[in-house]
């Protein structure tokens, strides 16, 4: 009976991480949509101005460009970890459970670097809507996740 509920818990974590992961996904690309279409465009005879970043985002502040890149990262591995733990949910045996559970905790190794730029990004402060969404989403993931990983482990 306890191996019937921790995959039913896991099941539940799966489904509530995925729409999450893919929350995140679509909100760091709408973020990376925005920064491509009215960041900085620099034409021919000019200069790159004194502190110019590769990683400029035309919203929030210094560290929105790093947040949503290892967002949209940890959003992608995350979704990929749980296609992959798909079969090992449907049959819950100890051959897949090692595959699933080391993509697991890759995903959530990636969503805590997503929650540290979070937390920077929270600190600087001036971001929109949006943004405070994906930072949510990113501090919220990263205990489902662990949660997620541990049933796995377990």
Known sequence: M????MRSVASFL?????????????????AM???IDHGFIIGSGFALPAHFSPIYFPMGNAA???FV???LIAGVVGVA???????????????GRPAAASAAL????????SMGFAWKEI?????NAALRAMEAFSIILSVTQFLYTVVLFG
Do not use: K, P
């Not at 306890?2 to 509920?5: F, K, R, Y």
């Not at 799966?14 to 709408?30: D, H, R």
């Open 81 to 95: 970890s749980i296609i992959a733990s798909i079969d090992n949910i449907r049959s819950w045996g100890s051959e």
């Open 14 to 30: 799966m489904i509530l991480n995925f729409a999450m992961y893919v929350t995140l996904l679509g909100l760091g690309g709408w």
């Open 69 to 71: 890149t290892f967002s």
């Open 123 to 127: 600190e600087l402060e001036g971001r």
């Open 33 to 35: 949509n925005r920064a």
């Open 64 to 66: 929105t460009g790093f």
């Open 2 to 5: 306890a191996a019937n509920d």
């Open 106 to 113: 890759v995903a959530w190794g990636l969503t805590l670097l």
